[in-house]
């Protein structure tokens, strides 16, 4: 669809979450500032009857030696409690800082599928060190042990001068325990991005840049990856240096462990109207939303999901709002109707007070849901959306999602139906002047109204379908000159052009 600049681009969709936001921890006032931070979560998938299981740690500081806390939820992220503690085994630091939690899918050496891991940084009080170590749970989170360590750095000082490693990321391709970092070891680097592989977890191989820019000031940092469903993989990260301030960036490769050239820092995250993101993004894929599923990308600088439906392509990011608030490096899991994704938040950035970990739900589209509607006065062509207007064109069009939407509750009545775009989600169909036109839900009661329709037997055809207005009950949906209106009817032809074929 073409962009086209209009004013709804600067609206914010009220979409409701399906659950929260709820706390999982408050971190007391007994505790150094900021209490929490960096909350991981995932769910169970190859752990037999613990399946379904979610799991989740964060960053929590305290006077005393730092563990990684690790909470379970047994009711598909809704509720949460405490598990267990995963301590330093090895170094009497703790574990400070930058958790992440991962199941392995497939044996690496000795450990066989189902098994757990943490990868994190353990740091002495006065932050003279910076070491990555990993942990490894054979009983579904509640006991852990000591696995290997991957990298050791210097102080934990993110000024440049300091030479630590920070921000692991897991995932396992190519048969390979594939392990994710941030360096800024290289002295003709700030810090670039990295990754090591390993076929048993113990034993590593040398770095391999991922991203390492020919401009040493710049600070790429904050990796994470996501495969998709066309078996792709894509990854983010923060762009320290460029604009606006660690603005998000990604690139997609086909090999995980080959994102191009690392000189090339990818392509800006930005939305079609005009929205960049910026700092400690995270990106996660979620397969049951249409035919190539919908990436999700959360960062620090708002509340909002960033949206691609197009495998990635740079002009299709849309956004949503959402109810769980801002904060800095969040965390995304797809939940088990693979439409609706968690999101936790651990709070900000350099608080001064004591962070919550909080968490919700947003629901992205039901796959099941899409449908394309056939003119039944001019077969052969689809009711679709163009440059945010509404019309009919015949096939093949242009972009075939433009003529797909999701048929959802109706937004002011849930007996009635609405029209959701699958390739802008949290647009919707809704009239302008008597004429429709896709507009971003902007939570009043008025658009909510204008974009909510009664489904009912065919004017023209009783066994296909029509589409009468909720506030303006005498007209319907009908195409006059391939456009598409709200009228009243009442000749043959009439009835014939608000008369649809549901495919």
């Known amino acids: 669809m073409a962009v086209m600049v209009v004013v709804i681009f600067f609206m914010l969709v009220s979409t409701a979450s399906a659950f929260g936001p709820s706390t999982m921890y408050t971190s007391p006032s007994t505790d150094p500032s900021p209490g929490t931070l960096y909350p991981r979560a995932l769910t169970l998938k190859y752990s037999g009857s613990y399946n379904g299981r979610m799991l989740a740690t964060f960053e929590h ?3 005393g030696t730092p563990s990684f806390p690790i909470y379970q939820s047994t009711d598909g992220g809704v509720t949460w409690s405490h598990l267990s503690e995963v301590t330093d085994q090895v170094n009497g630091w703790g ?3 930058q958790p992440f ?8 050496g000795n450990m066989p599928a189902g098994t757990l891991l943490i990868a994190g ?16 749970s054979t009983d579904h989170g509640v006991t852990w042990t000591f696995v290997s360590t991957q990298a050791t750095g210097g102080k934990a000082d993110p000024s440049g001068a300091y030479d630590p490693v920070w921000e692991p990321f897991l995932l396992v391709a190519n048969n390979k325990l594939i392990y994710y970092y941030s360096d800024e070891r290289d002295p003709l680097h700030n810090q670039k991005l990295v990754h090591i592989t390993s076929t048993d977890g113990v034993n590593w191989s040398s770095a391999v840049e991922d991203i390492s820019l020919a401009d040493s000031t710049k600070r790429p940092g904050m990796t994470t990856v996501a495969k998709l469903g066309n078996g792709s993989y894509i990854m983010t990260y923060e762009y320290g240096g460029a604009s606006p301030g660690f603005a998000v960036y990604y690139k997609i490769s086909t090999n995980p462990e080959n994102f191009g050239a690392a000189t090339d820092p990818g392509t800006q995250l930005v939305t079609q109207d005009g929205v960049k993101p910026s700092s400690s993004p ?4 979620l397969s049951g939303t249409g035919p190539n599923g919908t990436i999700a990308v959360r960062a620090n600088s708002s509340s909002e999901l960033f949206l691609n439906t197009e495998n990635g392509a740079s002009n299709t990011w849309t956004r949503v709002s959402t109810a769980v608030a801002g904060g800095y490096s969040p965390a995304l899991v797809p939940l088990a109707d693979n439409h609706s994704v968690l999101i936790l938040n651990g709070g900000p950035l350099g608080s001064t007070n004591h962070n919550s970990v909080t968490y919700g739900s947003i629901d992205l589209g039901d796959a099941a849901l899409l449908h394309q509607w056939e003119s039944f006065s001019v077969p052969g062509s689809y009711m679709r959306h163009y440059n945010f207007a509404g019309r009919i064109d015949p096939t093949p069009l242009s972009n075939i999602d433009d003529s797909k939407f999701r048929m959802v509750p ?3 009545d849930s007996s009635a139906v609405s029209f959701e775009s699958l390739n802008f989600p949290g647009y919707y169909l809704r009239h302008y002047n008597y004429v ?3 507009g971003r839900n902007d939570g009043t009661a008025t658009f909510k109204s204008d974009a909510t329709f009664t489904k009912v037997a065919g004017l023209g055809d009783a066994s296909k379908v029509s589409f009468k207005s909720y506030n303006f009950p005498t007209r319907y949906i009908r195409q006059l000159s391939s456009v598409l209106r709200i009228d009243p009817i009442s000749t043959t032809q009439e009835k014939n052009d608000a008369t649809w074929i549901q495919h």
Do not use: C
């Open 121 to 136: 940084n353990s740091i002495p009080s006065n932050l003279a060190t910076t070491k990555l170590d990993m942990y490894k």
């Open 282 to 285: 995270y990106v996660t894929w």
């Open 101 to 108: 939690l991962y199941e392995l899918p497939q044996a690496i």
């Open 95 to 97: 574990l400070r800082y």
């Open 410 to 412: 109706g937004l002011a």
């Open 436 to 438: 429709l036109q896709l």
């Open 61 to 63: 500081y305290v006077s």
